[in-house]
């Protein structure tokens, strides 16, 4: 008989249960609970989720994109059904619900001060996205030129590319700046690559945004607002998503 652990999803003020959304492998979720928290658990096979099988698992591309969907799917019907939820890592696993129940003990501080901070609140990103003079074609060589010629053309192109990072670091802060003061709480994470994007362009910012649900609107509008205003920056924005930039827990 294979052993079994209980996988974590996300930690929140849980009341009731999340109806017909089953976890992992089509399992039932269930919730463990401690004072007025409960963990959205499901059990899963530790001869695919224990310690030395997850290990070669996390380096198979597929199998993480299908747990990432499937543990993104419970943690948005917890927030959801609830508001506000903190998500766990992904494939956080513990041995019984016992051990469960004294992560949340010892978690208890953090997440009670993670969950105050985004009730009633939703997290948006935009990604703005910047032309630089470093991504405009380029003339085509002459057959011939000098080594003084091809060192001064190279200078100048060192040089250009040099002005277009500082300038487009300055429209990313001034982007963020200014989508910051639509929002409660701001993060600025890495800038994706080309290849993830989508975009010939190269992205100069990547932000996630906590905003009032009451206030959505007006976000929206301020991201329009800005792009109508910078017709040289592309904006794209996403969501409302659950709060996964402002929840994270050190300790779990």
Not at 108 to 136: C, M, N, P
Not at 240 to 250: A, G, M, Q
Request: glycine content about 6%.
């Amino acid at each position: 008989m294979s052993d079994l652990g209980s996988y974590i999803y996300a930690a929140g003020r849980i009341t009731g249960d999340l109806g017909d959304v089953h976890g992992l492998r089509d399992a039932p979720l269930r919730i463990v609970r401690w004072q007025e928290l409960g963990a959205i658990v499901s059990t899963v096979d530790l001869d695919e989720f224990g310690e030395a099988p997850l290990r070669e698992h996390l380096e198979d591309l597929g199998w993480l994109e299908q747990v990432a969907r499937d543990h993104d799917r419970v943690v948005r019907a917890a927030w959801s059904a609830t508001g506000a939820v903190a998500p766990f890592r992904l494939a956080t696993i513990c041995r019984t619900d016992e051990a469960v129940q004294a992560r949340l003990v010892s978690l208890y501080d953090e997440l009670t001060q993670a969950l105050d901070r985004v009730i009633g609140r939703s997290e948006w990103t935009v990604k703005a996205f910047l032309r630089t003079e470093a991504e405009e074609a380029e003339e085509p060589e002459p057959a011939t030129q000098s080594g003084t010629a091809y060192l001064m053309r190279r200078r100048a192109e060192l040089d250009g590319q040099r002005r277009a990072a500082v300038d487009a670091q300055a429209v990313a802060d001034d982007v963020h700046r200014e989508l910051a003061q639509a929002a409660d709480a701001v993060r600025r994470l890495p800038p994706q690559d080309r290849r993830l994007t989508g975009y010939t362009e190269a992205m100069i910012l990547n932000g996630a945004y906590l905003v009032d649900d009451r206030s959505a609107g007006r976000f929206r509008a301020a991201v329009a607002e800005l792009a109508a205003r910078r017709p040289a920056v592309r904006l794209t924005l996403d969501g409302p998503w659950p709060p996964y930039s402002f929840t994270s827990l050190e300790s779990a």
